[in-house]
């Protein structure tokens, strides 16, 4: 199976390890990554108001680059899958807002909203299948406690992003056991770490990620997982004494083409 | 004040139906900056509704919304808070020398694991 991956900015320099195990599990569940030409940074955050139209663009770029390929876009940062996301809900449901992008799009041809849009966790339930991802394991996280933290950027809003239930999410813990790991399931696992307030005010991203982390050792977490940098960056330096890794990094140890991922 | 050139703009950009709000409190109830705003979101919706516009854009409040769509998502109405603060920052930010961030700011902010997202996002958000 073939499909359009988008990396990211982050994922090629300080996010490198979601990367490039994202593309060495990827290779082992017969999945192959063809990354997008000349793809630009989504922005970080998508912009909800409807009159903002350039911020969006490069979205809409990687979007109709995938509808020209006919394959699914995938993306491994959660704050790229919830910018490419929303882009492609807008640009399905808003006609003005369509109309004014695709002004923009003449030499790359009109665009509204065919691409299917995949976080690789979705790609590796609804495309790949869970059942074959355990037929693949070869080394067991057997005994491992982890904690899956969602933050908010692929479970919300809901009537977009449609990844998961957003109050009570299964796909990282049936991700987490699909790998042979104990899954630990504790309530702040879809409140939010703080995000870029950590550019104005780190003191608040400290309290927000030191609650969310002793919320999940309190439930009895040994390792937390997440798909976003700025999520790790953030629960990182408010001080974590568990390790805080990429799923990917996970996923690669499981599926034997990484080492362990304690460190 | 009541400002219906602005509340108009408001609805305008967000989309947002702030006459759906029926003052339950939930989404100042879920929202993770609460501590830290002057306005809480609640306040947007009943204040954009009333057309008091004016101590919304001159508040600190703009800038202390996470974007994590809590209060979008658990908001029984369908009212989108925080497409309303968007709304009211960017009328903020649009205007000339309103950033709320620059690039002088950045060598303070990163360290040597700041992930390049945390600088895109913050530019995003608090600049135009």
Known sequence: MKVSYFPGCTLKNKAKDLDIYAYKSADVLGVTLEEIENWQC??????????????????????????DKNQPLVSVCSACHNVLKQ???????NTQ?????????????????????????????????????????????????????????????????????????????????????????YAKRNECCGGYISAQ??????????????????????????????????????????????????????????????? | MNNRYLQKEILRISGADVSKCMRCGKCSGTCPAYDEMEYHPHQFANMVESGDIEPLLNSQSLYKCLSCFACIDRCPRGVEPAKIVEAVRLLATRKQGANHMTANDVPAIVDEDTPQQLLVSAFRKYTK
């Open chain 1, 42 to 67: 989504c922005g970080g955050v998508f912009t909800t108001a409807n009159d903002e139209v350039a911020t969006k663009l490069s979205s809409v770029r990687a979007l109709k680059y995938a509808s």
């Open chain 1, 87 to 93: 882009t492609n809900y807008a640009m399905q449901t």
């Open chain 1, 97 to 185: 807002f369509a109309d004014k992008v695709n002004r923009y799009m003449a030499e790359d041809g009109a665009y509204n909203g065919e691409t299917e849009v995949y976080h690789y966790l979705e790609m590796l339930r609804d495309l790949v299948t869970f059942d074959t991802l355990k037929e693949k394991v070869v080394n067991v996280l057997k005994g491992k406690k982890i904690a899956a933290y969602y933050g908010c950027l692929l479970l919300r809003p809901n009537t977009v992003m449609k990844m998961d239930d957003p109050e009570n999410p299964t796909i990282m813990e049936d991700f987490i056991r699909a790998l042979g790991a104990d899954a630990v399931v």
């Open chain 1, 201 to 263: 005010s780190p003191e608040t991203a400290k309290k927000n990620s030191q609650a969310i982390i002793e919320n999940a050792k309190a439930a009895g977490a040994e390792m937390i997982i997440t798909a976003c940098p700025l999520c790790k960056y953030n629960l990182v330096k408010s001080g974590a004494d568990i390790p805080v890794v990429y799923f990917t990094e996970l996923l690669a140890e499981a599926l034997g083409v990484k080492e362990d991922t304690n460190e």
